[in-house]
């Protein structure tokens, strides 16, 4: 099993510019989330998913756009980039229900000049 | 949503216990606490978690406070390996909510 695959590793915008952030699991898991991580703190939620054709706001949800069309991917795009959403951003996954760990991909490490 | 808290940083010296505590007073009657550890340039890797009850697995253990509004993680035996940022998170139906976490450091 690959896991929880996200692509890019890195990349570099400018400003205005829009791209989507891939992920990827391979673990049939119905729930799916994006975080960031902004320097020297914790991770956010930015949207969430419970399941293909549901998604959700977390705490940062503006600038960011999701769907979820399959069980397996669930990509985030960013509208009009900023540098403030300079950042690196993780995907995480987990089986339907509370009593199961998440597994997190490797991030997604973004630059906005 | 729940908000935990957690000391910035704790010290320890290599092959003895640490002992990590969070504070979630405002979680909710059937949210998972749940620890998570991330190393430098990785994402965060799952420990463990639990309800109610105390819990073990092979990296740790968590001890659940009777009223649920604290939790401690326990390494029981400190390696150099161990040495990373751990968060103790909520677990919400598909989100989880992190806290600031603490740099654990581990000293030879």
């Given at each position: 099993n690959a896991g929880v695959t996200q692509t890019p590793k890195f990349q570099v915008l400018k400003t205005g510019q829009s791209m989507t952030l891939q992920c990827a699991q391979d673990?049939?898991?119905?729930y799916m989330s994006w975080y960031r991580q902004d320097p020297g703190m914790g991770l956010r939620l930015i949207h969430y998913s419970v399941g293909a054709g549901i998604t959700d706001q977390g705490e940062v949800p503006n600038g960011y756009n999701v769907s979820r069309s399959t069980t397996e991917d669930f990509p985030l795009r960013l509208l009009s980039a900023a540098p403030s959403q300079t950042s690196v951003y993780f995907c995480a996954s987990s089986r339907t229900g509370k009593n199961y760990g998440y597994t997190f991909g490797s991030g997604t490490r973004l630059t906005v000049v | 949503d729940a908000k935990t808290t957690q000391p910035n940083s704790m010290e320890s010296n290599e092959e003895e216990p640490v002992h990590l505590p969070c504070n979630h007073s405002t979680i909710s009657g059937t949210d998972y606490i749940h620890w998570y550890r991330q190393l430098p340039s990785q994402g965060p890797e799952y420990v463990i978690h639990g309800l109610t009850s105390n819990v073990n697995n092979r990296m740790a253990s968590l001890a659940i406070a009777e009223d649920r509004k604290s939790s401690t993680l326990i390494l029981h035996r400190a390696t150099l390996r161990d040495a990373a940022v751990y968060y103790c998170t909520a677990d919400s139906w598909g989100k989880l909510q992190f806290g600031a976490g603490t740099q654990v450091v581990v000293t030879p």
């Open positions: 673990m049939n898991h119905e | -």
